[in-house]
């Protein structure tokens, strides 16, 4: 189960921050999986962990980030195409970087 898995095993270790970077690719289309999305992201970061989202444009994908609006926990900066990141020619490419708001 996950309680054992080595993931949550290095998650649990003294650290405040068990990663330093997360990486969230094109997982935000699929509005069922928000709430599942939420908690990996509250649950794996610390206070000094940076979440880079990256999704093309789909039907939910916004809906995600009103979660994180409502949810008040995390700090979103949207990242400009061609001055933050490189589309590398697609449409449509957003992406994000979120932190813990620090309470």
């Given at each position: 189960?996950l309680a054992a898995s080595p993931l949550t095993q290095e998650a649990a270790g003294d650290s405040d921050s068990?990663?330093?970077?997360?990486?969230?690719?094109?997982?935000?289309?699929?509005?069922?999986?928000?709430?599942?999305?939420?908690?990996?992201?509250?649950?794996?970061?610390?206070p000094s962990t940076v979440v880079y989202t990256v999704f093309?444009?789909?039907?939910?994908?916004?809906?995600?980030?009103?979660?994180?609006?409502?949810?008040?926990?995390?700090?979103?900066?949207?990242?400009?195409?061609?001055?933050?990141?490189?589309?590398?020619?697609?449409?449509?490419?957003?992406?994000?970087?979120?932190?813990?708001?620090?309470?």
């Amino acid at each position: 189960g996950l309680a054992a898995s080595p993931l949550t095993q290095e998650a649990a270790g003294d650290s405040d921050s068990p990663f330093d970077f997360v990486i969230a690719a094109e997982l935000v289309y699929l509005e069922e999986t928000h709430d599942l999305l939420l908690w990996s992201i509250e649950h794996f970061c610390g206070p000094s962990t940076v979440v880079y989202t990256v999704f093309i444009n789909r039907p939910f994908s916004w809906a995600f980030f009103a979660r994180l609006h409502d949810s008040g926990r995390l700090e979103v900066h949207q990242l400009e195409d061609g001055t933050d990141f490189d589309p590398c020619g697609l449409e449509e490419v957003h992406m994000h970087r979120l932190t813990l708001k620090i309470t």
